[in-house]
């Protein structure tokens, strides 16, 4: 990730390294520069002091054969030693435009001097004759000297003219560099503002559009995207996130708003099924004492039956409920139905013992038990037979009811598993749909967050099996979502 | 609006590669300009240092012997400098060869001078022990080593006698000469010698030029005027003749005399080429700088060469001068 601070920087050291850099070719190409003046003024005071020592030790030889004073000797030693420092240093100069003409003036410093030599050596020995002689050599030497020397300046004058003449050239091509690396920064500084900027405000508006969705109330829109790596990405995976668990939270409430409704339905239509239970649950119970009073066994019983149905609609459904009790609903439930229709209908029970003490949700098998009654056996002509089968299996509930009546069709079926969907629709109160099936589907679905646990299984002519598959609960109540 | 900051966007980034691109070509032009004051530090020193001293700088004869020297220099690995006069001058030539033995060349190559300083100045260096040739002119009672050069007498012989065969033996010749120094005496001596003996041919006078184109025009024009019955003229030295051959066309006379000349500069070819003049005795500069450097260099290893080297005279006439054109680089 590069951070906005990491660009930022980047691009000013970039910029001053660049401009730094610029800065200290120029200065170094100056001094350079200034180096070669330098050289150049030092080759002209080295021929200028050459020629200069020449003149002065020839004077001062002149001067001290007059007067003889040892002290004009010794400014002519002096000359004459400088002279020939400067001889040494005129390897300075050398180069191959004036190398022979240098070469000659080496030599003929050397002759000058041989020539002064031999002159105080005659001057010594007293012989006029020859120093004279020698000291006038020496003179024309001198005057060769100071000529080569003009000749010398001449050469490296017209040396400096080429030197001139590139450096300027050299300050032409400075001149062009300067005036495109000043183009280069600006609009490299103008290019990356563009880039910066841009790379900002794009996210933020981005950002800006996200938060105005959500502010009305729209959560399913898509992801802010971003294409730098900078902290906006940080920023709006962060936003994105934050969106996807506020919409995910929405759908859960939702959802859990749907179970109280559902609730609710289911408790008001245990509700009107009995008007009054407890006032009815009660008559029922006098009714039933009474019946066994006088005799009447049978209805006695039914009538027992019907009460316990009554009060166990009447609890509380929200509450799961042991399996035990709903099989003996079942039971009573069948018994109401046996004494009415006799022999034409059968239940068979098969429950497996240790299943009992499992909990359930309240009033799942009923409904399931009535349904096969009324679409299965009540309109066949036959004997009807009901089964219930309930095993535990790889740590599963199943639970298997069947039935040979006329079975359900795949319109039906579908109808049933749809049901789910149109929930919102007012509730068909009407007897052949009821709330049955379809609610025990929702309210299994909701209270295991897990789908598919009811099963129809009908080949639409002869018979329905139901089967319901479902998690083994724990063997102490479970609490309720 | 989106379109447009693109275009915008794309010419900045194209501005910007470009005066980058600029930079970097600038940066590189001023990191090849190389301001450095000459400081070439590798000089090949040469074996020899010769100096050769002309009798005038700028000189198309002089040149060429420069060049055959130069080119038998870079032969023997001797550097040869050539300095002499602008204008002919002999005190100025002998101050140069002064300066040379004050310069301790390792040999001088001059044009001999028939002057008492220019035999002292040839002492003085056989003292400091460097060789002297003498080129073109020889000044024999010097102590020059050698003598490179036409052999004037001949070359002033070979011109009497072609000078009669031009006129089959009759003609009143006039002389200019360029001064009176001993190669130009040879010359008007061997002329005389070749023509003394033809009865014929007669000498009306001998006047000197100076060396000077005009004034070899002056002395033509006077000597015309004194004797008016001169069908011929002899220039000794290379400009005469093309004095002679200015006034010679001046008064129509071109045709009718005969004029003899020495070297053959481009004009007095092209001259010869006209038939103004008619022959020219023709030396040979570039040999004789090539030889001389040749016999410095055996000098200096103490081989002893001849004390005269003469390099070859030719005359050449109007016919000769195609093939001379052809081969005029050397000689």
Same mark, same amino acid.
């Given at each position: 990730?590069?951070?906005?601070?990491?660009?930022?920087?980047?691009?000013?050291?970039?910029?001053?390294?660049?401009?730094?850099?610029?800065?200290?070719?120029?200065?170094?190409?100056?001094?350079?520069?200034?180096?070669?003046?330098?050289?150049?003024?030092?080759?002209?005071?080295?021929?200028?002091?050459?020629? &200069?020592?020449?003149?002065?030790?020839?004077?001062?030889?002149?001067?001290?054969?007059?007067?003889?004073?040892?002290?004009?000797?010794?400014?002519?030693?002096?000359?004459?030693?400088?002279?020939?420092?400067?001889?040494?240093?005129?390897?300075?100069?050398?180069?191959?435009?004036?190398?022979?003409?240098?070469?000659?003036?080496?030599?003929?410093?050397?002759?000058?001097?041989?020539?002064?030599?031999?002159?105080?050596?005659?001057?010594?020995?007293?012989?006029?004759?020859?120093?004279?002689?020698?000291?006038?050599?020496?003179?024309?030497?001198?005057?060769?000297?100071?000529?080569?020397?003009?000749?010398?300046?001449?050469?490296?004058?017209?040396?400096?003219?080429?030197?001139?003449?590139?450096?300027?050239?050299?300050?032409?091509?400075?001149?062009?560099?300067?005036?495109?690396?000043?183009?280069?920064?600006?609009?490299?500084?103008?290019?990356?503002?563009?880039?910066?900027?841009?790379?900002?405000?794009?996210?933020?508006?981005?950002?800006?559009?996200?938060?105005?969705?959500?502010?009305?109330?729209?959560?399913?829109?898509?992801?802010?995207?971003?294409?730098?790596?900078?902290?906006?990405?940080?920023?709006?995976?962060?936003?994105?996130?934050?969106?996807?668990?506020?919409?995910?939270?929405?759908?859960?409430?939702?959802?859990?708003?749907?179970?109280?409704?559902?609730?609710?339905?289911?408790?008001?239509?245990?509700?009107?099924?009995?008007?009054?239970?407890?006032?009815?649950?009660?008559?029922?119970?006098?009714?039933?004492?009474?019946?066994?009073?006088?005799?009447?066994?049978?209805?006695?019983?039914?009538?027992?039956?019907?009460?316990?149905?009554?009060?166990?609609?009447?609890?509380?459904?929200?509450?799961?409920?042991?399996?035990?009790?709903?099989?003996?609903?079942?039971?009573?439930?069948?018994?109401?139905?046996?004494?009415?229709?006799?022999?034409?209908?059968?239940?068979?029970?098969?429950?497996?013992?240790?299943?009992?003490?499992?909990?359930?949700?309240?009033?799942?098998? &009923?409904?399931?038990?009535?349904?096969?009654?009324?679409?299965?056996?009540?309109?066949?002509?036959?004997?009807?037979?009901?089964?219930?089968?309930?095993? &535990?299996?790889?740590?599963?509930?199943?639970?298997?009811?069947?039935?040979?009546?006329?079975?359900?069709?795949?319109?039906?079926?579908?109808?049933?598993?749809?049901?789910?969907? &149109?929930?919102?629709?007012?509730?068909?109160?009407?007897?052949?749909?009821?709330?049955?099936?379809?609610?025990?589907?929702?309210?299994?679905?909701?209270?295991?967050?897990?789908?598919?646990?009811?099963?129809?299984?009908?080949?639409?002519?002869?018979?329905?099996?139901?089967?319901?598959?479902?998690?083994?609960?724990?063997?102490?109540?479970?609490?309720?979502? | 609006?989106?379109?447009?900051?693109?275009?915008?966007?794309?010419?900045?980034?194209?501005?910007?590669?470009?005066?980058?691109?600029?930079?970097?070509?600038?940066?590189?032009?001023?990191?090849?300009?190389?301001?450095?004051?000459?400081?070439?530090?590798?000089?090949?020193?040469?074996?020899?240092?010769?100096?050769?001293?002309?009798?005038?700088?700028?000189?198309?004869?002089?040149?060429?012997?420069?060049?055959?020297?130069?080119?038998?220099?870079?032969?023997?690995?001797?550097?040869?400098?050539?300095?002499?006069?602008?204008?002919?001058?002999?005190?100025?030539?002998?101050?140069?060869?002064?300066?040379?033995?004050?310069?301790?060349?390792?040999?001088?190559?001059?044009?001999?001078?028939?002057?008492?300083?220019?035999?002292?100045?040839?002492?003085?260096?056989?003292?400091?022990?460097?060789?002297?040739?003498?080129?073109?002119?020889?000044?024999?009672?010097?102590?020059?080593?050698?003598?490179?050069?036409?052999?004037?007498?001949?070359?002033?012989?070979?011109?009497?006698?072609?000078?009669?065969?031009?006129?089959?033996?009759?003609?009143?010749?006039?002389?200019?000469?360029?001064?009176?120094?001993?190669?130009?005496?040879?010359?008007?001596?061997?002329?005389?010698?070749?023509?003394?003996?033809?009865?014929?041919?007669?000498?009306?006078?001998?006047?000197?030029?100076?060396?000077?184109?005009?004034?070899?025009?002056?002395?033509?024009?006077?000597?015309?005027?004194?004797?008016?019955?001169?069908?011929?003229?002899?220039?000794?030295?290379?400009?005469?003749?093309?004095?002679?051959?200015?006034?010679?066309?001046?008064?129509?006379?071109?045709?009718?005399?005969?004029?003899?000349?020495?070297?053959?500069?481009?004009?007095?070819?092209?001259?010869?080429?006209?038939?103004?003049?008619?022959?020219?005795?023709?030396?040979?500069?570039?040999?004789?700088?090539?030889?001389?450097?040749?016999?410095?260099?055996?000098?200096?290893?103490?081989?002893?060469?001849?004390?005269?080297?003469?390099?070859?005279?030719?005359?050449?006439?109007?016919?000769?001068?195609?093939?001379?054109?052809?081969?005029?680089?050397?000689?």
């Amino acid at each position: 990730m590069i951070k906005m601070r990491t660009k930022l920087f980047i691009f000013i050291m970039v910029l001053v390294l660049l401009l730094n850099g610029v800065g200290g070719y120029l200065y170094y190409s100056s001094q350079k520069s200034m180096e070669q003046y330098n050289l150049l003024l030092q080759r002209f005071f080295l021929l200028n002091k050459i020629s &200069q020592n020449t003149e002065d030790a020839y004077q001062e030889l002149q001067s001290y054969f007059v007067d003889h004073s040892p002290k004009l000797f010794e400014t002519y030693q002096e000359s004459h030693h400088e002279l020939l420092d400067n001889q040494e240093r005129l390897i300075l100069i050398n180069h191959d435009n004036n190398h022979l003409m240098l070469t000659n003036y080496r030599h003929m410093i050397n002759s000058f001097i041989n020539e002064c030599a031999m002159a105080i050596h005659a001057f010594r020995e007293g012989n006029i004759n020859l120093y004279s002689e020698h000291l006038a050599e020496s003179g024309k030497i001198a005057g060769f000297i100071k000529d080569t020397t003009l000749a010398l300046i001449n050469s490296e004058l017209t040396d400096y003219q080429r030197f001139y003449h590139t450096m300027n050239q050299k300050n032409r091509y400075f001149e062009y560099m300067g005036i495109s690396i000043f183009i280069t920064t600006l609009l490299f500084c103008t290019l990356f503002t563009i880039w910066f900027s841009g790379g900002m405000s794009r996210p933020i508006r981005r950002l800006e559009a996200a938060a105005k969705d959500i502010a009305k109330g729209k959560f399913d829109g898509d992801d802010v995207v971003v294409e730098t790596r900078d902290e906006f990405r940080f920023l709006t995976d962060t936003f994105n996130h934050m969106k996807n668990n506020t919409q995910r939270l929405v759908e859960e409430i939702k959802e859990k708003s749907e179970l109280d409704r559902l609730l609710k339905e289911m408790e008001l239509k245990s509700l009107q099924n009995q008007m009054n239970p407890h006032f009815l649950f009660n008559t029922l119970n006098v009714v039933s004492k009474t019946a066994y009073l006088e005799g009447a066994d049978k209805t006695s019983e039914l009538i027992a039956a019907t009460a316990a149905l009554f009060r166990h609609n009447l609890g509380n459904l929200d509450e799961p409920v042991m399996l035990s009790k709903e099989v003996k609903i079942i039971k009573d439930y069948f018994f109401i139905l046996a004494t009415r229709f006799g022999d034409r209908l059968v239940l068979e029970m098969d429950v497996a013992p240790d299943c009992l003490d499992h909990y359930v949700p309240g009033m799942i098998l &009923q409904p399931i038990v009535e349904n096969a009654f009324i679409h299965g056996i009540e309109p066949y002509e036959g004997q009807g037979k009901i089964e219930l089968v309930i095993r &535990q299996m790889a740590g599963r509930l199943l639970i298997d009811i069947a039935d040979n009546g006329v079975g359900m069709s795949k319109q039906t079926i579908d109808r049933i598993y749809k049901k789910e969907n &149109q929930s919102d629709r007012p509730n068909n109160k009407s007897h052949s749909t009821g709330l049955g099936l379809n609610n025990v589907i929702r309210r299994l679905d909701l209270f295991y967050k897990e789908n598919n646990l009811l099963n129809i299984h009908s080949n639409g002519k002869k018979g329905t099996r139901i089967i319901l598959s479902l998690p083994l609960s724990e063997r102490r109540k479970m609490s309720h979502v | 609006m989106k379109k447009y900051h693109r275009i915008f966007f794309g010419l900045l980034l194209l501005g910007f590669a470009a005066s980058f691109g600029m930079s970097i070509y600038f940066f590189l032009k001023t990191l090849h300009t190389n301001v450095v004051l000459a400081n070439e530090k590798d000089i090949k020193e040469p074996v020899y240092h010769f100096i050769l001293i002309p009798e005038e700088m700028d000189n198309p004869y002089w040149r060429s012997l420069k060049k055959g020297a130069a080119d038998a220099g870079r032969h023997a690995g001797a550097a040869i400098e050539y300095i002499g006069p602008v204008q002919t001058n002999t005190d100025e030539q002998i101050k140069i060869i002064e300066k040379a033995i004050a310069s301790k060349v390792d040999g001088i190559i001059t044009q001999g001078i028939d002057k008492p300083a220019f035999k002292d100045a040839i002492h003085r260096a056989k003292r400091a022990g460097i060789p002297v040739i003498t080129i073109d002119t020889d000044a024999p009672d010097s102590e020059r080593s050698t003598y490179i050069g036409s052999d004037n007498y001949l070359a002033g012989y070979l011109a009497g006698q072609t000078l009669i065969k031009g006129t089959n033996g009759h003609a009143v010749v006039g002389i200019i000469t360029g001064n009176y120094n001993p190669n130009e005496k040879l010359r008007v001596k061997g002329f005389q010698d070749a023509v003394s003996k033809q009865s014929g041919i007669k000498i009306a006078g001998v006047k000197s030029s100076n060396i000077s184109r005009i004034q070899a025009a002056e002395k033509t024009y006077e000597m015309f005027q004194k004797h008016p019955d001169i069908t011929a003229f002899y220039g000794t030295s290379a400009l005469d003749g093309l004095g002679i051959a200015a006034v010679a066309e001046k008064f129509g006379k071109a045709k009718d005399l005969y004029i003899i000349s020495f070297d053959a500069l481009p004009e007095t070819l092209n001259l010869l080429g006209k038939g103004v003049i008619d022959a020219t005795v023709k030396q040979k500069p570039y040999a004789m700088g090539h030889k001389s450097v040749q016999t410095m260099v055996q000098l200096l290893h103490h081989h002893d060469p001849p004390k005269i080297l003469y390099t070859e005279t030719t005359v050449i006439k109007k016919a000769d001068i195609m093939s001379e054109k052809g081969g005029r680089g050397n000689d």
